[in-house]
């Protein structure tokens, strides 16, 4: 948090008067007030004093400026002294600060000449040769306004301060700067900018020495990113070697750091990924720009602390331009880093992870060579490449002395004592008294009525009018006074007089005059008349707007509770649901008589007969065809005839079968049951959930009685009985669109055999890539069988140009859709990402497919299979895209396996808890049997190039279009090049050093996964962020090309780009 300290000159030279009739220091206190809420305030800020403390500053003082500036460093020298912030001795690290802005307000010829012997008495202040520190700014604002109206235009402007001026060097010895205002009409301008210098952020004495004869000395701001609190690793060292004699001498440190700078042509140093870097970004400046105009981004300038080695400095880091030629950014580094990594690169490269005597002495000649502050990152550094105790405990105990610590801690606690006193007195200061003054009554004199007699009139004296006369209110003010004619006749009733009839009204402080909250708080509340003819309200901005608004209080299953159909006790719900009905037929189509109880609302729908052409919402006309395995999009002409088939594919129309109606009376009657249960004065909840178990039905039906039950329970307010069906119900299946008979569908194909078939057929094991086409997630193939192509007994074909299986694999909400002709097939991992565009795109693709090597009028088959029932319903929008493409579509489709979502879910327990897993995780296609099976594929399995491949998902195409790696016709596998944003790839740079809590965050079912998901998330990030530092372009420009050999059953490189992407080792599961 930046602390922002100001500092108001209130001498007497502040009381001179401006254009506008103001004094300097009123325009001080604007400067002030605008500054304060144009950079905003915490709420542990007190306003109210701040804003005392500022109207209490009258131009009376006696106390010079440059005392004022030093008392104001003096305060923010204790509180950082006090909080731990002075790290002497031990280093300077960039991200531990507290950056404070100091900004004072004065006129255009006030002296800044510090008092330094006041700042230096703080504790410790002995330590810094200097008042500020390195996190310490100091921004002045000088007014120069003009006192006539008339030289306003006429005055020139000030000139602005020379180097030579008090003000203009302790604001740039800071790294701060001057704002001469000369109107008053440019405060917002000058505010916004002083604002615009609040960052965080340490400024450093940068020093090009690059030619030696001519070094060039600026103030360099080195910028930390906002709202990122990431500790630093390295510290810049001090300006002298830590010995036992100098750290008990005390050696004053600058209070900005002195750091040379110089052009160097070296490499820069090479380390390991998961080895710490610290990088900054620097401000533009002099040297950035320098920096920049090299347009190299290979060279880097060394940075070296003079006197910080202990017999010759060393490089402590380095500058480079980034790779976009607009920043550069500070490299923090170990001491010496050139000699730490060429230890590294020996110990990894020539005695492979052996810590040899030889390279165990060369690494204690370094440790001996740099200051003992550095001993303890340095051995965190080897803790995270794997190397524990490399630097023994008792030597990082005794890096320095404990009469070196315990001066530190000395200091510490005597700030801590004073910071705290000077509190106390400042809280304790009198407030300045209130002076009351009394009411005068000031007698009336007689001789002012005397003058009246002249007029011949005689002037009655008044009786005291309190109110208005009613009747001298005009009609068309009438409706304005009737609330005030309430409140006068109010306040009489209760005794009580008009507000501004008190005398205390008149009698109170300045501060709390103008309260109008509280004061119209405090009166009491009239309630608005009402209209006399209001207009109706609309609760929805879909559907029926007159529809009435639910008294149970909740949404979630209106329609579910409304569509059962049940007489309850509730006045409200039958008249709903006779609403709904009525809305639902058309007047010419409604039948006298009653309607069957058992029959659903979404019955009279299907029922309607369906003259309009086929849409993609309508979803309920389309459902009915799936229950005998074909979608078929022709319907019936015959008026009244239901478009509701069983499940043996007969077709026939008619009423609901007699045990739809049993089901229906059945779970009637138990919901009459729990309904008198919850009405009882004591709940049995044995009893209830015996009574839940005994529910029938499909889980539609299951669902709405006890969604009808939970409505009940909260009209009664039997909030615990509402939770306990409420989870009762979320193991059924949580339904959001009840409507759609989602979930009737999922019922009927729970029996069908070929869902039960697939979930106990025989797992396909394959351990490796040959004979396979994996497809991965965001991937598709599209294959035409060739003419020398063989048909088999079972349906199969056998191809030689092709491999014997086509599978995937890692699906948990993920869908895996197989589409087979006699001609072809096409097979795709879609994932759901991008509101359904993919699902569309993939669907779209592959009907352009069929339709250009199969006549429109052949049936093709659909596998669906993959998700499970998961919290956030992944799965189940995923196969409702599914089952839309397949309705929409204008091929006919016949649906042999559905196992999605409900369909292959399954429970097991970990860590004592019930968990939801996909049944089936992965399948292939055995093209010679022409099967479907579930498998095992291992990750060698997944090639070509399985890692590079993974990280398609990653890239901008991913969201946008399925990638076809197969060519249908000539049967090569191609992968095409794609790009992935700086944002996803600096996520991913971050992997290998994530925990698996952490990498839990990059799928949205991270309990589900398995441990070959993680570990290729870890390969893929480790390719791209080697491809990203050597600069490797794998694609180089083009495509890979890869071929299925007849002979070797593996897939094999055709062209020179993918034989060097299958020769690099990051690219493959190996």
């Not at 069908?752 to 598709?780: N, W």
Request: with cysteine.
């Amino acid at each position: 948090m930046t602390i922002v300290c100001f500092v108001v000159d209130n001498s007497a030279s502040m009381n001179q008067r401006t254009y506008q009739g103001t004094t300097l220091l009123d325009s001080a206190k604007t400067v002030v007030e605008t500054l304060f809420k144009l950079a905003g305030w915490r709420q542990s800020c007190d306003l109210t004093t701040f804003h005392a403390a500022l109207s209490r500053i009258n131009p009376n003082g006696t106390l010079s400026l440059g005392k004022g500036i030093a008392y104001a460093f003096k305060l923010l020298n204790l509180n950082r002294m006090q909080t731990g912030f002075e790290t002497y001795g031990l280093g300077l690290y960039i991200s531990s600060i507290e950056p404070a802005v100091v900004i004072v307000v004065t006129h255009y010829y006030a002296s800044f000449e510090v008092d330094s012997g006041i700042a230096s008495k703080v504790p410790g202040g002995d330590l810094t040769a200097g008042l500020h520190r390195w996190d310490y700014w100091l921004h002045g604002i000088l007014l120069h306004n003009s006192g006539l109206v008339e030289t306003l235009c006429d005055t020139p402007r000030p000139h602005p301060l020379g180097p030579s001026s008090s003000a203009f060097l302790a604001c740039t010895q800071t790294g701060g700067e001057v704002f001469v205002l000369s109107d008053l009409r440019s405060i917002p301008q000058y505010v916004e900018a002083v604002n615009s210098k609040c960052r965080q952020g340490v400024v450093v004495d940068l020093i090009d020495i690059s030619v030696p004869k001519e070094p060039v000395a600026i103030k360099q701001l080195i910028l930390l990113r906002e709202n990122v609190k990431l500790p630093s690793f390295w510290p810049i060292p001090e300006s002298f070697f830590p010995t036992e004699e100098l750290l008990t001498a005390k050696l004053p440190r600058p209070p900005n750091p002195v750091i040379h700078a110089y052009i160097s042509r070296e490499a820069p140093p090479k380390f390991l990924d998961c080895f710490p870097v610290d990088r900054y970004e620097l401000e533009s400046s002099r040297f950035t720009r320098k920096v920049i105009d090299c347009r190299d981004t290979t060279v880097i300038w060394p940075c070296i602390v003079p006197k910080s080695g202990q017999h010759n400095d060393a490089p402590f880091g380095y500058c480079k331009l980034s790779p976009d030629f607009q920043t550069v950014h500070l490299h923090v580094l170990p001491y010496n880093y050139r000699e730490l990594s060429e230890l590294l690169c020996e110990l990894y490269d020539v005695n492979g992870l052996r810590m040899t005597e030889a390279w165990i002495s060369k690494l204690t000649n370094y440790l001996t060579s740099i200051p003992r502050y550095y001993y303890v990152p340095i051995s965190k550094a080897f803790e995270r490449l794997g190397f524990q105790g490399v630097i023994k405990p008792e030597v990082l105990s005794r890096t320095f002395s404990f009469q070196f610590k315990n001066g530190l801690q000395r200091y510490q606690h005597s700030a801590q004592v004073e910071y705290e006193g000077l509190i106390r007195e400042v809280s304790a200061a009198e407030s300045i008294p209130l002076v009351r003054v009394p009411r005068i009554s000031l007698p009336i004199s007689l001789g002012t009525f005397s003058e009246l007699r002249a007029f011949g009139t005689v002037v009655k004296p008044s009786g005291r009018l309190l109110y208005e006369n009613p009747c001298n209110v005009s009609r068309r003010e009438l409706r304005k006074v009737l609330p005030k004619l309430r409140g006068n006749l109010d306040s009489i009733l209760d005794g009580v007089g008009r507000p501004m009839d008190s005398e205390g009204i008149h009698n109170q402080a300045l501060s709390e005059m103008g309260d109008y909250v509280n004061y119209r708080y405090a009166q009491p509340q009239v309630a608005p008349l009402r209209e006399l003819m209001p207009s109706p309200e609309r609760v929805d901005t879909f559907g029926n707007p007159f529809r009435r608004k639910s008294n149970a209080g909740f949404v979630v299953d209106e329609v579910s509770v409304d569509d059962v159909g049940f007489s309850g006790p509730s006045p409200s719900s039958s008249s709903s649901l006779t609403m709904r009905k009525r809305s639902s037929i058309k007047s010419s189509e409604k039948a006298r008589g009653p309607i069957p109880p058992h029959v659903k609302f979404s019955t009279l729908r299907l029922s309607k007969g369906c003259s309009s052409p086929p849409q993609r919402d309508d979803l309920i006309s389309r459902l009915s065809p799936i229950f005998n395995g074909e979608v078929n999009h022709t319907t019936s002409s015959n008026n009244g005839s239901s478009l509701t088939c069983d499940m043996e594919g007969n077709g026939h129309a008619g009423k609901h079968s007699s045990e739809d109606e049993l089901t229906f009376n059945i779970n009637k009657t138990l919901v009459n049951e729990l309904i008198e249960i919850v009405r009882s004065p004591k709940i049995d909840g044995g009893q209830v959930f015996d009574i839940l178990t005994r529910f029938t039905g499909s889980l539609q039906q299951k669902y709405d009685s006890v969604s009808f039950v939970m409505a009940e329970a909260l009209r009664f307010k039997r909030i615990d009985l509402y939770n306990l069906l409420n989870e009762w119900r979320s193991y059924l299946a949580p339904l959001k669109e009840p409507a759609f008979g989602f979930m009737d569908l999922f019922d009927a194909y729970a029996k069908f055999p070929s869902t039960e078939c697939l979930r106990g057929a025989g797992i396909v094991t394959i351990k490796s890539g040959d004979g396979i086409l994996y497809v991965h997630q965001g991937e598709m193939v599209t294959v035409r069988y060739g003419t020398d192509a063989t048909p088999t007994d079972t349906g199969g074909r056998i191809d030689p140009s092709l491999p014997r299986y086509v599978g995937t694999s890692e699906m948990t909400s993920c869908h895996a859709v197989l589409i087979t002709s006699p001609t072809g097939y096409a097979l795709g991992h879609l994932d759901g990402g991008g509101r359904g565009r993919l699902t569309e795109e993939f669907f779209g693709t592959v009907t352009e497919f069929f339709d250009s090597i199969s006549s429109s009028n052949e049936t093709l088959d659909v596998h669906v299979i993959g998700g499970f029932l998961d919290n956030k319903g992944f799965s189940k929008n995923l196969s409702l895209q599914i089952l839309t493409e397949l309705l929409v579509s204008k091929r006919m489709f016949k649906l042999r396996t559905l196992c999605s979502y409900l369909l292959n879910d399954c429970i097991t327990m970990k860590s004592g808890d019930q968990l939801h897993v996909p049944a089936i995780r992965a399948v292939v296609f055995d093209t010679h049997v022409g099967a479907l099976f579930p498998a095992s594929i291992q990750p060698e399995a997944r090639g070509p190039l399985s890692v590079l491949r993974s990280s398609y998902v990653y890239s901008t195409s991913a969201r946008s279009r399925m990638h076809n790696i197969l060519d249908p016709i000539s049967h090569c596998l191609i992968l095409r090049p794609f790009v992935i944003e700086e944002d996803t790839m600096e996520a991913l740079k971050c992997v290998e050093h994530c925990s698996h809590e952490q990498l839990q965050n990059f799928s949205t079912t991270p309990k589900q996964e398995t441990d070959h998901f993680y570990e290729m998330l870890k390969r893929t990030s480790l390719l791209l962020t080697t491809l990203r530092k050597e600069k490797i372009d794998i694609f180089a420009g083009g495509n890979l090309e890869f071929i299925f050999d007849e002979i070797t059953k593996q897939w094999c490189p055709v062209n020179p780009r993918a034989e060097e992407a299958t020769e690099n080792p990051l690219t493959c599961f190996k």
